[in-house]
Every structure is written in structure tokens, then in C-alpha cells.
């Protein structure tokens, strides 16, 4: 394990509904980040957040909104997600953002589905 | 603008063969290039990291090597094993300014037995 978690590991919801990821990193990291990966695209870099302040929203739409209460945590929170949100939600951490020779851990996922 | 470029976009080889995966890049000013493994189902685990000084940087059997000139990097995979199934990709960060990577679609590789 890369001492990332996600959870859930795979989420079903409609388009009205709001729905919460969560992710832990147990590495000690200063910073996190939240990526879209869809089929046959590059993976998408969404957030960034470094000493628990966000410091890279990469022109995402409003209906996600992330948060970081602390060094260990990332919340994403879904609300009136669209069909073509459906993908696979990956978080990671690195000891600092923008680090020369710095490696990101990621945790195993989350498949959503919006129906 | 930007851009990570992987080729081929998917490869099948026989178990212990050796195989190479190439990515091109327009990245600029270059700071580092990582090659990931994702298996199906998992995040992406590092193998290797190189930075402009760097051309070769091993990991077990797996070999990267980067061009900083012609803005290239490949990816040697030797004796090839079924756990090598997974995609491969490819992702360049600038330095100055903005930190985001940018990431290759990936090269999917099989490998039968």
C-alpha cells in the first residue's frame, strides 16, 4: 500500500444528490491533491492543496468544492455532478508542492458513476 | 502549450521479452520527468524520477533514460513478467511559475505468457 486511502472505493449517485470522497495519507506529507482520470484521456489535475491552503485550482467547475481541515485529510464534495463527471477520482500526497524531485503517492481511487 | 506525448498507445509482448515505451514532450522550462505504473484498478506508482541533469535512472528492471535536447524519454522494460501488465505513463513538470504536471495519456502493455 502507498499509505494513501480512499473512500469510497466506488460511488453510484444521481444528479441531484450530494455526495462526499474522502482521503488520508498516513505519510507525514504537506501536501494533496485530487486528480480526474477519465477513459482515454491524460489523468487531470483538479486541486492542490500545500500546508492545508489551497493553492492550485486547476478551472474546475463549482460543483466540486474540496476541503482540507488538516494535513491528513481532503475532502472532495459533489454536488449536481453531471453524467460526464462519471470517472475515476484519485488522491495523492508529496512532501511539498512544486518540490524539484518531489513523488506523489497515490491512493487506489474512486469509481463514480453519475447517473 | 504544453504537452506529453506516449507511444505506442498500447503494446502486447510474450513474457521475457524486453520492451521500450517512448514519450515526447514540449514542456518548458523543463524541471523533471516522471514514468508511472498504474495497474488496472490502482493509482499510479512512481518508478522513476529524472531531472535535467540526469539521463539514465534504473529500477530494478526497469531503465528510463531522458533526452533533455530533443525533449525525449523512454522507458526500458527488461525480462518482461505478467505483473508488468498496466498502463505506463509519462508525466513533465515545468519549473517557474506554475507546478502542474502534465501527464501522457499512457502506453497500456499486456504481457502473455
Known amino acids: 500500500e502507498t499509505g494513501v486511502t480512499q473512500t469510497p472505493r466506488h460511488l453510484v449517485m444521481g444528479m441531484t444528490n450530494k455526495k462526499s470522497l474522502k482521503c488520508e495519507q498516513h505519510l507525514g506529507h504537506n501536501a494533496m491533491y485530487w486528480y480526474k482520470q477519465s477513459a482515454k484521456k491524460p489523468l487531470e489535475l483538479m486541486f492542490v492543496?500545500?500546508?492545508?491552503?489551497?493553492?492550485e485550482n486547476n478551472s474546475v467547475p463549482s460543483r466540486f468544492s474540496p476541503e482540507c481541515p488538516n494535513s491528513s485529510h481532503l475532502f472532495l464534495h459533489l454536488h449536481t455532478l453531471q453524467p460526464e463527471d462519471s470517472a475515476l477520482y484519485l488522491c495523492?500526497?508529496?512532501?511539498?508542492?512544486?518540490?524539484?524531485?518531489?513523488?506523489?503517492?497515490f491512493g487506489p481511487g474512486t469509481r463514480l458513476t453519475v447517473l | 502549450k504544453n504537452q506529453v506525448e506516449q507511444s505506442p498507445q498500447s503494446l502486447i509482448i510474450l513474457e521475457g521479452k524486453n520492451c521500450t515505451l517512448q514519450?515526447?514532450?514540449?514542456?518548458?522550462?523543463?524541471?523533471?520527468l516522471r514514468w508511472y505504473k498504474q495497474d488496472t484498478g490502482r493509482g499510479p506508482v512512481s518508478l522513476t524520477i529524472m531531472t535535467f541533469s540526469e539521463n539514465t535512472k534504473s529500477n530494478g528492471r526497469y531503465t528510463a533514460t531522458l533526452d533533455a535536447d530533443t525533449k525525449q524519454s523512454s522507458l526500458h522494460i527488461t525480462a518482461s513478467q505478467l505483473s508488468d501488465s498496466a498502463s505506463y505513463i509519462c508525466?513533465?513538470?515545468?519549473?517557474?511559475?506554475?507546478?502542474?504536471?502534465?501527464f501522457g495519456r499512457g502506453t497500456s502493455l499486456i504481457v502473455h505468457p
Open positions: 508525466v513533465v513538470s515545468a519549473s517557474g511559475g506554475s507546478y502542474i504536471p502534465t
Open positions: 514519450c515526447n514532450y514540449t514542456v518548458s522550462p523543463f524541471s523533471n
Open positions: 492543496y500545500s500546508l492545508e491552503e489551497r493553492v
Open positions: 495523492a500526497s508529496s512532501q511539498e508542492w512544486g518540490g524539484r524531485s518531489d513523488t506523489q503517492y
